[in-house]
């Protein structure tokens, strides 16, 4: 994962810490974390500043998107056929749990909050998109 100055074109800062190609990344309203998903079936979530990883969350396969809420409380992870939303409000970390775990009708492959609501939007390969709520109803 790589940070880019546009104007320069240049890369600022790199971040290592997957094993696999990184898929995607979000970064929260604040700028101060990003998330990045991956085909080594993690998602990092990183402290921008200083370029260093402050979990890694597993998934047991491939991570395809990775997407944070309007206020930085939560983040979504999808892999095949489950969608995981994390409190990152709290002290996340390797053994945390996710708040919400659904299984999905088909591939996911990609995700996102809609607006400042707790509801996700996601894209799914048989069936288009799909806007859900926060009681994992997908």
Request: net charge negative.
């Amino acid at each position: 994962l790589r940070l880019w100055d546009i104007s320069s074109a240049e890369c600022v800062r790199l971040y290592r810490g997957h094993t696999g190609a990184v898929v995607d990344v979000a970064l929260s309203a604040t700028g101060a974390l990003a998330a990045s998903a991956s085909d080594d079936a993690t998602v990092v979530v990183w402290d921008i500043g200083p370029a260093k990883p402050m979990t890694a969350l597993r998934h047991g396969e491939p991570v395809s998107s990775v997407a944070f809420s309007a206020d930085g409380k939560l983040l979504a992870t999808v892999s095949r056929r489950r969608v995981r939303v994390w409190d990152c409000a709290g002290a996340l970390n390797e053994s945390s749990t996710p708040v919400l775990s659904a299984d999905t009708t088909g591939p996911v492959l990609g995700v996102s909050f809609l607006g400042e609501t707790r509801t996700l939007v996601g894209c799914l390969h048989n069936d288009g998109a799909r806007a859900n709520d926060d009681r994992g109803h997908l």
